[in-house]
Nanobody
Framework: QLQFVESGGGLVQPGGSLRLSCAAS????????IGWFRQAPGKEHEGVSC????????YYADSVKGRFTISRDNAKNMVDLQMKSLKPEDTAAYYC?????????????????WGQGTQVTVSS
């Protein structure tokens, strides 16, 4: 059974940092493009960052460029999202997802397997 478990969310002050982790079981993440998406109340899923399999090509939404970094550790079957200089508008539920292709696409509809999400709240 394919499963994702996300961790690392929480409450942080503006300007702070968090590191989200996504651990997979039941399949090998190395063979999939992985995306991090977020959804704030009343809004649609937003593609935050993606990483392709193989060459590790990455994508970042304009809103997070220079602040977020996606990385994958194939040996540990995990993908992380390092978030720095967090802003209140980064508040959302964050999800990792796997696409059954090696290349990423930033649209959530392209992803087949989803984690349960982890909440990130940026507030003073």
């Amino acid at each position: 059974q394919l499963q994702f478990v996300e961790s690392g969310g929480g409450l942080v002050q503006p300007g702070g940092s968090l590191r989200l982790s996504c651990a997979a079981s039941g399949f090998t993440l190395e063979n999939y493009a992985i995306g991090w998406f977020r959804q704030a109340p009343g809004k649609e899923h937003e593609g935050v960052s993606c990483i392709s399999s193989g060459d590790g090509t990455t994508y970042y939404a304009d809103s997070v460029k220079g602040r977020f970094t996606i990385s994958r550790d194939n040996a540990k079957n995990m993908v992380d999202l390092q978030m720095k200089s967090l802003k209140p508008e980064d508040t959302a539920a964050y999800y990792c997802a796997a696409r059954s292709f090696r290349t990423y696409l930033p649209e959530s509809r392209e992803y087949d397997y989803w984690g349960q999400g982890t909440q990130v709240t940026v507030s003073s």
